[in-house]
């Protein structure tokens, strides 16, 4: 078994809409505000397939000529994605003062208003490219100063296939042996336009959404944002191949995937049964509840965070707010998704199974 490049809009589609990455349906390192017109308008319900575009290959300090940088490991032309082509040669700045992300959409979606709450289902997230890249550049990662060494930034390339039917990838020491780990692909960004008109980078993640990072967000799962505007305006982007906790060296294993998701709009009793009054993201996988916490702090990302997750215990399940604290001392995972993004991430991990008796 391998991996082929999937061109943009090429083989099967299996949602009921598609959105591809283009210079009209994109923004570079920038998101969607309220302002912001859609590229798509689709009804609560409804199923999208979009193609996303990872940045790592395009970037200006990368020569913004995937071919010439890709061709550098041995990438072929008719390898690299055309949607990396067009984009790299469009118009569209990314300078210093840019985010890298490729930033899909928006998709407005019929009906969703403010106070309401969107559900994005995963369903599918489809390998594009049988490559990646783990990039560390200097100022940035869990380490600024000490990595990379050397007076270059470092792009970790990683090529993808199979062991076992699992899709791995591999990393080599000095003598020639291999690391082999699993891949398990996520959207590192997915978010819905915040109550404002000004620009919104696209580095940090916020209650809207956004670059989040996290892992957990994988085929199967639900994330819930709250909506701010009108349509609601999804978009997504920052696709991964893999990531640990904490992404520490600036990127996570990067490469750009097809995703397919559902686009849902809960309203009144719905956002209460999903989430009570959390304002903030909260994803939901088949064995957790993970409430999240955002800030500049680590610190203050943590205490976000138990303050959110006591929220969700309370408002869920009936706990007071001590015995909701004890719990998560006692059996609550409290994980860091990322402290690369200028606003640092952390999320709470709460089993499903411990509230049999509720469900």
Known sequence: MSLTVLQPGEGAITGQHLLTSTPETVRWGWLPNAA??????????????????????ILDDQGRDPVGFLGGYGI??????????????????????????????????????????????????????????????????????????????????????????????WMAAADGRRACFPLDPFLGLMGVAPA??????SVAP????????????????ALYLPVSVDGAL?????????????????????????????LSVLSGPRVAAAVGTLRTPVVETASHWIPTGLDVSLDEAMR???RNAITFLVERFGFDRSTAMAYLSAAGDFEVSQVVDAVKGVHCMIRKSDFAQWV
Not at 206 to 221: H, R
Request: proline share 7%; with cysteine; net charge negative.
């Open 36 to 57: 912001a017109t859609p590229c798509l308008t689709v009804n609560s319900g409804d199923t999208v397939t979009i193609d996303t575009l990872s940045h790592e290959g």
């Open 234 to 262: 999804f978009y997504t982007g920052d696709p991964h191949y893999a990531q640990g906790n904490g992404e520490v060296a600036l990127t996570a294993l990067e490469a750009s995937l097809r995703a397919t998701v559902r």
């Open 76 to 169: 072929k032309a008719a390898e690299v994605t055309r949607d990396a082509k067009e984009i790299a040669a469009s118009a569209i700045p990314n300078g210093t003062d840019d985010g890298p992300h490729v930033v899909t959409g928006p998709i407005a979606v019929a009906g969703a208003r403010p106070g309401d709450v969107l559900k994005i289902d995963v369903l599918e997230l489809l390998p594009r490219t049988p490559y990646g890249f783990v990039s560390s550049r200097h100022g940035y990662g869990a380490l600024p100063g000490e990595l990379p060494e050397g007076p270059s930034n470092v792009w970790q390339f990683c090529e993808v296939g199979f062991d076992g039917g699992r899709m791995v990838s």
């Open 196 to 201: 404002t008109s000004d620009p919104v980078h």
């Open 206 to 221: 916020g209650d809207f959404g956004g670059n989040i990072d996290i892992k957990w967000a994988q085929v199967g799962t």
């Open 304 to 306: 976000n965070c138990v």
